[in-house]
């Protein structure tokens, strides 16, 4: 994998914005009694919807197109009620370990899981970093075990 100064920059912005997701809704949660993750999930899904509705009609044409080939509306469903599934318990786990820990910690687990999901890709599909990416890699899982340690200690 090759250092793409344009990647880089989106993904840092993609984590910076979750990241500030995950303060607001936490800070919401707190200050809105009787708010659950479960309301936080719903009023997130809704409000995206501002977003995401007119960027999904600019591709209705082409949708359309792909539907009417033939086999496509089966093949369609095979692959998107496991990613509607997936994607519903993947935003529920981290809303409910946002307000069960801390937007922190929901951080770093999910450096965590994108620190297994790196090695995955390099030992299953034989993908190679450049020495950049190795740093990240090794950065991410130092992070994580300074935050583990931290943490440990605070509570003992």
Known sequence: LDFDPLGYGLALLAAACQS???VLARHAQDRVPGLTHLDLLYYTSFYSM?????LALTELAEVSHFLSQPG???RLLIFLVPYILFGAALNF????????????????AG??????????????FTALLTPIGWLGVVGNTLGGFIYAAAQLAKKG
């Open 93 to 108: 786990t981290t809303f409910w370990c946002t307000s069960a820990n801390s937007p922190l910690a929901t951080a770093v």
């Open 20 to 22: 500030l997701f995950l």
């Open 72 to 74: 496509e509306p089966a």
């Open 111 to 124: 450096s965590a899981k994108g620190v297994l999901s790196t090695l995955i890709g390099i030992f299953y």
């Open 50 to 54: 501002a977003l995401y509705v007119p």
